[in-house]
């Protein structure tokens, strides 16, 4: 079982650039959920995926945007880069039904100049 | 706004003793509630979660929910310095519809040997 995998692992970017991540869910999971978690904080909820629609979205802007294709696995898309949006970006799966409980990846470590 | 709240720490124990982390949430309609395991530089990883009033045990580690108080506590005991992590506090916010888990900040661990 390869759990969830994320990729790319880091990314350098500027302010104004766009920038897409990718996440494949753990064998039988069907929920992707992201987080953003800056550095001494922990994770924020940005959106949930679920059949292919955004079942939830978190207190973030509409730069912020994602897709779940059929085969669960995810795109996180965030658009107009801020330095603020500096952080790790956690792909989590899980079962529906399973509430919280959560199977992170490694995450992508994305920093804005 | 919903929040989740812990001691940031650091909180430092010997090997062997018992370490006590804490959590209290501001959503009394709360329902489900989790502790994830954080190494530095790793992601976070499930290592309890409990839905009702009482004590739940597992190995070494007891989580007690007291929802009258709006607090969520996670025991670790025999301490050991592999458990040295940053231990953060979910909470899956009530409401129907709600997919939400909401993290605190975290408590930094230490286990001195």
């Known amino acids: 079982d390869a759990g969830v995998t994320q990729s790319p692992t880091h990314l350098i970017k500027t302010r104004g650039q766009q920038v897409t991540l990718r996440c494949s869910p753990k064998s039988g999971h069907d929920t992707v959920s992201w987080y953003q978690q800056a550095l001494g904080q922990g994770p924020q909820f940005i959106f949930q995926y679920y059949e292919e629609e955004e079942r939830q979205r978190g207190n973030f802007p509409d730069r912020f945007s994602g897709h779940q294709f059929p085969n669960y696995s995810s795109e996180l898309n965030v658009n107009a880069l801020l330095l603020g949006d500096s952080a790790l970006y956690l792909c989590?799966?899980?079962?529906?039904?399973?509430?919280?409980?959560?199977?992170f990846g490694s995450g992508t470590q994305l920093s804005v100049l | 706004q919903k929040e989740v709240e812990q001691n940031s720490g650091p909180l430092s124990v010997p090997e062997g003793a018992i370490a006590s982390l804490n959590c209290t949430y501001s959503?009394?309609?709360?329902?489900?509630f989790f502790w994830y395991r954080q190494y530095s530089g790793k992601s976070p990883e499930l290592i309890m979660f409990i839905y009702s009033n009482g004590d739940k045990e597992d190995g070494r580690f007891t989580a007690q929910l007291n929802k009258a108080s709006q607090y969520v506590s996670l025991l670790i005991r025999d301490s050991q310095p592999s458990d040295s992590a940053t231990y953060l506090c979910a909470v899956l916010l009530s409401g129907a519809g709600s997919y939400q888990l909401t993290f605190g900040k975290g408590t930094k661990l230490s286990v001195i040997p």
């Open positions: 989590a799966s899980s079962r529906t039904g399973t509430g919280g409980e959560l199977f």
């Open positions: 959503d009394r309609g709360s329902q489900s």
